[in-house]
């Protein structure tokens, strides 16, 4: 059930960082509920959820590095 897969994920991200609350952290986070939601998803307008947070995925990236070649590429992404 996806009740596992969320125990799952949050020992395994506290595992992983432990009690530390930083940037890879909260992308992880991210990541993970961005995946549980494709998982729970079963109508059009819930993925058009998945679609917006996937491109808030995306800009995380700037947190991280905000090169011109970074923004090229997030660009390409976005429209391809």
């Not at 991200?13 to 991210?30: E, H």
Request: net charge negative; glycine share 2%; proline share 0%.
């Amino acid at each position: 059930s996806l009740i596992a897969f969320v125990i799952t994920y949050c020992v395994g991200i506290y595992y992983q960082y432990g009690a530390a609350a930083d940037l890879d952290v909260a992308t992880v986070l991210l990541i993970t509920m961005l995946a549980l939601k494709f998982l729970e998803s079963n109508n059009t307008r819930e993925l058009s959820i998945v679609i917006l947070l996937t491109f808030v995925l995306t800009l995380a990236k700037f947190l991280y590095t905000q090169s011109l070649l970074i923004a090229a590429y997030m660009i390409f992404l976005v429209w391809f």
